[in-house]
């Protein structure tokens, strides 16, 4: 196998192992441990929700719920992508020392944030038992939103560690990048405060796509757009394979870049 070919299903266990042990190290030496991946989407949450409730005033239904789900999930990609700069980084040593696929090391980091997510999600679910919406056949469709969720994260994370490999500025600009992007994805606000002229610009952002289609899934009950689903599976398709042969056409350099 090349070193730099899809790490399933050979290298499976040690793709694992480097998940778990990211994401135990991830609270190592920290007092509360790993309650701090429920707390910090929470204490984001708290605050935005009392600035947008109570003080802007957003008029939106359950508009709890929805700026949790939505805080949750661009939180994954945020962790996702960062983890996996974070990862090669720390991991340097042994990709110089140890042939294996150099996939794995992101593919692990975005599992880690995966799990971050799942944890995060149960929280969620605390909500929403408390609130006076249920859970309809529509919430099934969640799996197929964070499927793609999941593989925008993996190929824009191996499009960033190919380019970090050799221009260590990226990790910079993509930090600017994101914080731009979470004013751009309607994560505190809903579209309809948006003009109608702006909304086609607005869903070419995948994520707005997956936070929006999850949150009518689980919190309005209903089945967004057919077109709106297959241009989401699409763009998450596309990302993920431009990202991944970005990363495979360099993987190679990246004992002496890094």
């Known amino acids: 196998m090349k070193l730099n070919s899809w790490p399933w299903p050979n290298y499976w266990v040690l793709t694992k192992t480097f998940a778990w ?8 030496g920290s007092a509360l441990g790993i309650l701090w991946s429920f707390l910090r989407p929470l204490l984001l949450f708290g605050v935005l929700y009392i600035v947008f409730s109570k003080l802007v005033r957003f008029d939106i239904p359950n508009y709890a719920l929805y700026l949790l789900l939505g805080i949750i999930l661009w939180n994954f990609f945020v962790e996702a992508t960062n983890f996996a700069l974070v990862s090669i980084d720390n991991k340097t040593a042994l990709l110089k020392k140890v042939p294996f696929p150099r996939t794995i090391v992101v593919f692990s980091a975005t599992i880690t944030a995966f799990i971050s ?11 929403f038992a408390f609130s006076d919406l249920t859970l309809g056949v529509s919430a099934i469709l969640l799996v197929v939103y964070l499927i793609s ?8 994370s191996y499009f960033l560690t190919a380019l970090y490999a050799k221009f260590k500025d990226v990790r910079t600009i993509w930090e600017v990048l994101l914080q731009l992007g979470f004013w751009l994805t309607p994560i505190i606000y809903t579209l309809s405060i948006v003009p109608q002229r702006f909304h086609w610009w607005i869903y070419l952002n995948p994520l ?10 689980l919190i309005e009950n209903r089945v967004s757009n ?7 599976l699409s763009m998450a398709t596309i990302i993920f394979i431009f990202g991944y042969l970005v990363f495979r056409s360099r993987a190679k350099y990246f004992a002496e870049e890094l």
């Open 149 to 156: 969720l999941f593989f925008i994260a993996l190929g824009t």
């Open 226 to 232: 057919l077109d709106g689903i297959i241009a989401l």
């Open 21 to 28: 042990l990211d994401f135990k190290l991830r609270f190592h």
């Open 117 to 127: 997510l799942s944890f995060n999600l149960i929280v969620f679910l605390l909500f």
């Open 208 to 217: 707005t796509r997956a936070v929006q289609y999850s949150r009518e899934a």
